[in-house]
């Protein structure tokens, strides 16, 4: 069984080539110019064909797997940021009641301390 491909839109002078429109019967498409067409035998180019059309097709699962992946990465690292804005907020919280507890126990050690050394009325 003969089958005819496209092989190139500019042929060398060797080959026939035919100006003319052709439907392509795989895509649909209108070729238009000169394009040159061979005949091959057996199935060598419908084979490769299949073998591309089902690369093509793993291909696409693939990509498609990459993108829910990509997805989810991106609602991840989402996620850890705003977990990380969560414990940078409470972080400077505790930071906050830290100074302020120090603040007040500074306070209350200098108001001991000047107690100890003021003079003391005693009663006689």
Do not use: W
């Amino acid at each position: 069984m003969g089958r005819t491909a496209v092989i190139s839109l500019h042929a060398p002078p060797s080959i026939t080539t035919t100006k003319s429109y052709r439907i392509d019967p795989n895509c649909q498409n209108v070729v238009s110019g000169s394009v040159t067409m061979i005949t091959v035998e057996g199935d060598a180019v419908a084979s490769q064909l299949d073998k591309l059309q089902d690369e093509i097709g793993k291909l696409r699962l693939e990509k498609l797997e990459l993108l829910r992946q990509n997805v989810s990465c991106q609602h991840e690292v989402q996620r850890l940021r705003d977990r990380e804005m969560q414990l940078q907020a409470d972080l400077n919280t505790a930071s906050r009641e830290i100074n302020r507890l120090r603040d007040g126990f500074v306070t209350s050690i200098m108001a001991a301390k000047s107690r100890r050394k003021s003079p003391r009325l005693r009663p006689r």
